[in-house]
């Protein structure tokens, strides 16, 4: 289990950089959302799991007495501390941290937990209890995660795909390291694989009151070149098409772009719909 955690920090490490500009056309709008669906009141204590560059961290920061963004990446800690200082948001602080145990924090600390894509690399029953022990009574929580892949139209899998027409079959370092690890079955997706597996695991936890659901909560309308932007600056991605020769990294690129373009809209645009798993709950009051 350290090992996948250690590989997962190296890779957000990688892609930290990139990540605040390359994401927030996808993390950004569904974090908004996620929010809005919990909003936090001004008497609230608010931590975001896996912040990442804080694209749930601002939208409840506003609202909320305090508020805490909490990730295992130093250099993605860095750049959310830049937009920080940029936006100014009141009482928010950073803390390098696992989200899979929360051991540098107290016990009912906080009064809402939100994790938007914060924790699919986590042990869920271990992730999930720390989530509720440092939950006040009562307190709020409200997750998602990716669901599955909508069928060969996704444009991930476009991605992906037309990425492995080209991939050479021999990887070293980083590389050969990030296709051993990220390859596998993460635990987090192996047990939490439907609405029920989320509820049952919430009980499990010590919540009450879960409620989950396979949904589309918004249509994101994005240039070709703006996904594949966000695809392609993850750092297992990135090293793989830096790997290519000139002419594969120019071929693999047309090829995508020219998939991907056969998706889009009148406007030009992909209209993508992606498939997450929420859940909400309330921290048992015992």
């Given at each position: 289990?350290?090992?996948?955690?250690?590989?997962?920090?190296?890779?957000?490490?990688?892609?930290?950089?990139a990540?605040?500009?390359?994401?927030?056309?996808?993390?950004?709008?569904?974090?908004?959302?996620?929010?809005?669906?919990?909003?936090?009141?001004?008497?609230?204590?608010?931590?975001?799991?896996?912040?990442?560059?804080?694209?749930?961290?601002?939208?409840?920061?506003?609202?909320?007495?305090?508020?805490?963004?909490?990730?295992?990446?130093?250099?993605?800690?860095?750049?959310?501390?830049?937009?920080?200082?940029?936006?100014?948001?009141?009482?928010?602080?950073?803390?390098?941290?696992?989200?899979?145990?929360?051991?540098?924090?107290?016990?009912?600390?906080?009064d809402?937990v939100?994790?938007?894509?914060?924790?699919?690399?986590?042990?869920?029953?271990?992730?999930?209890?720390?989530?509720?022990?440092?939950?006040?009574p009562?307190?709020?929580?409200?997750?998602?995660?990716?669901?599955?892949?909508?069928?060969?139209?996704?444009?991930?899998?476009?991605?992906?795909?037309?990425?492995?027409?080209?991939?050479?079959?021999?990887?070293?370092?980083?590389?050969e390291?990030?296709?051993?690890e990220?390859?596998?079955?993460?635990?987090w997706?192996?047990?939490?694989?439907?609405?029920e597996?989320?509820?049952?695991?919430?009980?499990?936890?010590?919540?009450?009151?879960a409620?989950?659901?396979?949904c589309?909560p918004?249509?994101?309308?994005?240039?070709?070149?703006?996904?594949?932007?966000?695809?392609?600056?993850?750092?297992?991605?990135?090293?793989?098409?830096?790997?290519?020769?000139?002419?594969?990294?120019?071929?693999?690129?047309?090829?995508?772009?020219?998939?991907?373009?056969?998706?889009t809209?009148?406007?030009?645009?992909?209209?993508?719909?992606?498939?997450?798993?929420?859940?909400?709950?309330i921290?048992?009051?015992?």
């Amino acid at each position: 289990m350290q090992r996948i955690a250690a590989v997962t920090a190296r890779l957000y490490c990688l892609t930290a950089p990139a990540y605040e500009t390359a994401m927030a056309p996808v993390f950004g709008p569904l974090a908004c959302d996620l929010v809005q669906g919990t909003p936090p009141t001004p008497a609230d204590t608010v931590l975001d799991l896996g912040t990442g560059t804080g694209f749930a961290l601002r939208q409840a920061a506003p609202h909320a007495r305090r508020s805490l963004g909490i990730d295992i990446s130093l250099p993605m800690l860095r750049a959310a501390a830049a937009v920080c200082a940029a936006q100014r948001w009141p009482r928010t602080h950073l803390l390098l941290a696992d989200a899979a145990t929360l051991d540098a924090l107290a016990d009912r600390c906080a009064d809402v937990v939100f994790s938007s894509f914060g924790l699919g690399d986590c042990p869920p029953e271990q992730a999930l209890r720390a989530a509720a022990r440092v939950l006040r009574p009562g307190g709020r929580l409200a997750i998602q995660e990716w669901g599955p892949y909508d069928g060969d139209d996704d444009p991930r899998l476009i991605v992906d795909e037309t990425l492995a027409c080209y991939m050479t079959p021999e990887a070293a370092g980083l590389r050969e390291e990030f296709r051993s690890e990220l390859t596998r079955p993460r635990a987090w997706e192996a047990r939490l694989q439907d609405s029920e597996d989320y509820e049952l695991a919430l009980a499990e936890a010590g919540f009450v009151g879960a409620r989950a659901t396979e949904c589309r909560p918004l249509t994101l309308h994005l240039s070709v070149e703006a996904f594949l932007t966000y695809m392609l600056a993850w750092a297992s991605r990135a090293l793989e098409v830096a790997a290519l020769t000139e002419d594969a990294r120019r071929e693999f690129l047309a090829l995508a772009h020219q998939r991907l373009q056969a998706q889009t809209d009148a406007d030009g645009l992909l209209a993508w719909s992606p498939v997450v798993l929420r859940a909400t709950a309330i921290r048992r009051s015992v």
